[in-house]
């Protein structure tokens, strides 16, 4: 049973473009969430998705992101307009369910902005 | 307002002996807590919970403890091995939240051999 699973691994973008990152839940899980990482810091809540719905997107900045998680495929991170402050590390994990809160977190993308 | 809060960024102890991690919280609707264990290029993979009903969960050679008055949770890793070595984040959530853990921002753990 594959793990979580999430690309690219590493993902380098310049100033203002577009950054697309992917995570496939582990098999039977229809809960996703997204976390960022920066630089000696700890992981920060972004936002929680069900298939083909947000759940919570407190953490995610108002402009340029958006995330979703179609009814089929991966879930997506969008960053539009990237600025060397996006530079983190961006990890999805994913749970059977809401009431279950053990959550399997994928490898990460790291995502650099020039 | 960080709501958790993992004090000592950096711990090291030598092999064999006991380590303890420590974790305070600020939010008093938080009723679930988790320890995950991470290692460079990885993402955090969990180790160890406890629900606000219990005091101590223990699995193996870790045990985390829940003191709800102080709001403080600790993680004992004993006998402590070198593979051990990884950053260690707590972890909390509360009931009406159910999907969003709030994270502290780790404690490097090192384990001298």
């Known amino acids: 049973n594959a793990g979580v699973m999430q690309n690219p691994r590493h993902l380098v973008r310049r100033r203002g473009q577009e950054a697309r990152l992917r995570c496939s839940p582990m098999?039977?899980?229809?809960?996703v969430y997204w976390y960022r990482q920066l630089p000696e810091e700890g992981l920060k809540f972004m936002v929680y998705l069900q298939k083909e719905n947000i759940i919570d997107e407190s953490g995610m900045p108002k402009e340029r992101f958006s995330a979703e998680f179609p009814k089929e495929g991966p879930s997506i991170l969008r960053i539009q307009q990237v600025v060397r402050g996006d530079s983190a590390a961006y990890f999805c994990?994913?749970?059977?369910?809401?009431?279950?809160?053990?959550?399997?977190f994928g490898p990460g993308t790291r995502l650099t902005v020039l | 307002d960080q709501q958790v809060k993992q004090n000592s960024p950096s711990l090291s102890v030598q092999e064999g002996r006991i380590s303890i991690l420590n974790c305070d919280y600020t939010n008093s609707m938080f009723d679930y807590f988790l320890w995950y264990k991470k290692y460079p290029a990885e993402g955090p993979t969990f180790l160890i919970s406890i629900s606000s009903i219990k005091d101590k969960n223990e699995d193996g050679r870790f045990t985390v403890f829940l003191n709800k008055s102080a709001k403080h949770l600790s993680l004992h890793i004993v006998p402590s091995q070198p593979g051990d070595s990884a950053v260690y984040f707590c972890?909390?959530?509360?009931?009406?939240?159910?999907?969003?853990?709030?994270f502290g921002d780790g404690t490097t753990l090192t384990v001298k051999p």
């Open positions: 098999k039977g899980h229809s809960h």
């Open positions: 994990a994913s749970s059977v369910g809401r009431g279950l809160l053990e959550q399997f």
């Open positions: 972890a909390a959530s509360d009931n009406t939240n159910a999907g969003k853990s709030t």
